[in-house]
């Protein structure tokens, strides 16, 4: 049966366009005032150190006005072009349904040229509302180029290494900019020196790291209201400080607006100043953060915050810190400072110290949803997620990721201790992201946006070149820090690239081992073994065919409950899924057998709900399908041959809407059932008591009921009959433990990646049964060792 969309419905929206653009906008506004906490913090705080990095060494003979001039030059363009024009205005258009960062881009070449290596996809799938790009699905490109990758596999798997290596550079950044960020604020305690020692400054600089840490837990939201006010107050007072500075000092800072000063900076400065882009780059660190954290906010909201209110700021802060340069050449490693004047530099001081420490936050968001997102890849060991927005969606947080970034953080902190060398560090992982965008970008628009390679080409030349050249200034400062970055990424590579390469194993082993269904129908209806009374949820990863953990279960016991569905609860190259189109029922065998195929997809945004209603879901969706059988001449075809293929979309509604099984509803607690049974009194009385005392205990409890309907056949009706009752007797959920192992004569690189490794994350990650929120008590684990 072709699926159904559910978001037909969505269009009503547009019948009252004033007022709901008007709640949109100022909903945009808050999220805005809140993206300033959050994403910006990093950046509206590199004019703490960039002239000082910039000067500072391979430029001491070149301080002068017109290398001054030069450097305000180069930072304007750098913050007009990569910033505010790829960024803001290019690649934010790219935003996957409102999810950002590299993933997002390679989940959209996903769909558009058949890149994905994720191994169950289904045909399916590609009906997903969420698999459009934007009001209308965008015709599919037939280029040479798309045709090129699609053919060869090896290219495909090269992409998703670059791809998992920018997201490992992002993580990475998750580590090294919080310590760059409070080291630089605690370095302002410099004008106390005599009475701070450095131990004491050094333990300083670790409570305030596990405290920057600890606030995670509050979520983005709250986090975002506690330091929006700080950046905002932050931006405003450099900003004014900037203003006056170019007044006061040198108002003719305003001709080095003009790109003709780059030239005659690299003319003075020559190979020296191209080492100095190190230091330039800084001003822009952070902006990657903008398309990152896209999901815990709008791509609306995030370009008004930056438009209007943080490049201002930071073009008039830099400007004036130029112009006080220009006559104040001995101040270049302390510029900054300096430049405040007297009568307001301790407030200055305090709030700077505070905005600082706020930089961090932006690139820990953007790390927990870059982890998100390669999880539901498959690149990412299985890790809890948890939602700190019941309004915004992406707004998540991870807390293993949080405490493991935290030990990392203080580490480096307490190892190197000193702001340059954590810099160069920090400056390399970002232009490496940014290039990588760049090139994904590029493929966007052929294989996306379907637009001429030529437009491609123009693109990836003007932002390709002009992050190259920062990127090999970042790759020349490697021995003075930058090796960090490298060996974060590296670790975290090895770490996706054994996850998912064990996991894609163990996934073929599956698929090649799978029961074929002729062995299914040769055993009859009763499998050969006694049905007992229950619904039994086989789950596993194969999108079609019975697992091999069914055939070691019917071989070893000798009963199995009368009604079985196959659930794979997969994740699809989307960011969402609607629940009208979560659900992909199916049968696995004839009707008499009782045996269901149920594939739940959840995009790379979302985890299952801890709504405890899965269940109670399932069911509908199956009486939904049974019923929906009844009718449909395609889906009660008797061939045998086609049962394992042919499935059905299944609306996901609320337990109380479905038309075809009645609810109704009972709170019961823990000692009902015994209460009931017993003949004692006393017991009852108890009981009475305990449920008094214990109202959290009590738990509500779904019975479904056959409605009355004269004109329903008879074989429908005997079989959602029996799948009541077998609700009604109890659910067990049968999932495979699995012990993956290599082969004896596997080379010694796959045993290492396999015995070690894979068994390794595999043991200390969150279980399966726990990663998909199934009750202990009704699970059987049916052990299989995997020999790939």
């Not at 209110?309 to 490693?333: E, T």
């Not at 299985?382 to 580490?411: C, D, F």
Request: aromatic fraction near 12%.
């Amino acid at each position: 049966m072709e699926p159904e969309s559910g978001l037909a419905s969505s269009s009503s929206s547009s019948r009252e366009p004033p007022r709901f653009s008007w709640v949109i906008f100022s909903r945009n506004l808050v999220l805005a005032y809140q993206s300033f906490g959050v994403v910006y913090g990093d950046l509206s705080t590199s004019p703490l150190y960039v002239y000082r990095s910039i000067f500072v060494g391979k430029l001491d003979k070149h301080q002068n006005e017109n290398a001054i001039f030069g450097a305000f030059s180069l930072i304007f363009w750098t913050l007009t072009l990569v910033p505010l024009l790829k960024y803001v205005f290019i690649v934010m258009s790219a935003d996957d349904n409102g999810e950002g960062g590299t993933m997002a881009l390679y989940s959209l070449l996903c769909r558009h040229a058949k890149l994905s290596l994720l191994p169950n996809q289904q045909a399916a799938d590609e009906e997903l509302s969420a698999y459009r790009y934007g009001s209308a699905r965008r015709a599919v490109s037939s280029s040479s180029l798309k045709l090129f990758f699609e053919k060869h596999k090896k290219l495909r798997t090269v992409l998703l290494i670059v791809v998992l290596f920018a997201a490992c550079m992002v993580i990475g950044d998750g580590v090294i900019n919080p310590a760059i960020s409070v080291l630089s604020s605690v370095s302002g305690l410099q004008v106390l020196e005599g009475k701070l020692t450095n131990d004491l400054v050094l333990l300083i600089v670790c409570v305030i790291l596990v405290g920057l840490f600890t606030l995670q837990h509050y979520g983005t939201h709250r986090v975002a209201f506690l330091f929006a006010p700080i950046i905002i107050i932050w931006l405003f007072s450099i900003a004014a400080i900037g203003l006056y500075n170019t007044i006061h000092w040198n108002p003719s800072i305003l001709r080095a607006l003009s790109p003709y000063y780059i030239i005659k900076f690299f003319k003075e400065t020559g190979k020296d100043g191209w080492i100095s882009l190190g230091g330039v780059l800084l001003c822009i660190t952070g902006t990657e953060a903008m398309f990152a954290d896209l999901g815990h906010f709008t791509c609306l909201s995030v370009r008004l915050a930056f438009a209007f209110g943080v490049y201002p700021c930071l073009v008039l802060q830099y400007m004036g810190q130029a112009a006080f340069l220009s006559k104040n050449i001995s101040s270049v490693s302390t510029s900054f400072y300096d430049s405040i004047p007297d009568k307001i530099f301790w407030p200055v001081f305090v709030i700077a110290t505070l905005a600082a420490i706020v930089g961090s936050q932006a690139v820990i968001t953007a790390t927990f949803s870059i982890v998100k997102q390669c999880h539901a890849f498959g690149c990412f060991p299985r890790v809890k997620v948890v939602h700190t927005s019941r309004h915004i969606y992406g707004q998540i947080y991870i807390p293993e990721i949080n405490w493991i970034l935290m030990i990392i953080t203080l580490a480096i902190a307490i190892g190197f201790q000193d702001t340059t060398l954590i810099g160069n560090a920090y400056g390399l992982a970002c232009m490496t992201v940014m290039f990588i965008t760049t090139c994904l970008m590029a493929l966007v628009i052929i294989f996306v946006w379907d637009k001429n390679i030529v437009l491609a080409a123009a693109f990836l030349l003007l932002f390709g070149s002009i992050e190259g050249v920062y990127l090999s200034s970042a790759i020349m400062k490697i021995p003075q820090g930058g090796w960090v970055s490298l060996v974060l990424a590296s670790v975290f590579m090895c770490i996706m690239f054994i996850w998912h390469y064990g996991t894609r194993r163990k996934y073929n082993f599956d698929l090649h081992n799978k029961v074929p269904l002729r062995w299914l129908l040769g055993l009859g209806p009763n499998l050969g073994v006694v049905r007992v009374p229950g619904l039994g949820l086989v789950y596993s990863e194969l999108a079609t065919g019975v697992p091999a953990i069914f055939s070691h279960f019917v071989t070893n016991l000798p009963a199995f409950h009368s009604v079985l569905v196959f659930v794979c609860v997969k994740s699809v190259p989307v960011p969402y899924v609607s629940p009208e189109e979560r659900f992909l029922v199916g049968r696995v065998c004839p009707r008499p057998y009782r045996m269901y195929r149920c594939i739940v997809r959840y995009g790379y945004k979302e985890i299952q709900k801890e709504d405890g209603d899965f269940e109670n879901q399932l069911i509908q969706s199956i009486a939904e399908f049974i019923q929906m059988e009844a009718v449909e001449p395609r889906l009660s075809n008797s061939d045998s041959a086609t049962f394992d293929g042919r499935m059905a979309v299944i609306s996901n509604k609320k337990v109380g809407s479905s038309r075809s099984l009645m609810v109704s509803e009972e709170v019961e607690s823990e000692t009902m059932n015994a209460k009931v049974s017993s003949k004692s009194a006393t017991l009852q009385s108890l009981g009475s008591v305990f449920d008094d005392e214990n109202p959290q205990l009590r738990r509500r409890r779904v019975r479904f009921h056959l409605p009355e309907s004269p004109g329903m056949d008879q074989s429908v009706k005997d079989e959602l009959l029996e799948l009541i009752e077998a609700k009604d007797a109890g659910v067990a959920y049968i999932m495979g433990h699995s012990y993956v192992k290599a082969r004896r004569n596997s080379s010694y690189f796959k045993k290492l990646a396999i015995d070690v490794g894979y068994s390794f994350l595999r043991k200390n990650c969150r279980g399966p049964g726990v990663a998909l929120n199934i009750p202990h008590i009704s699970l059987i684990e049916v052990g299989m060792t995997y020999y790939v």
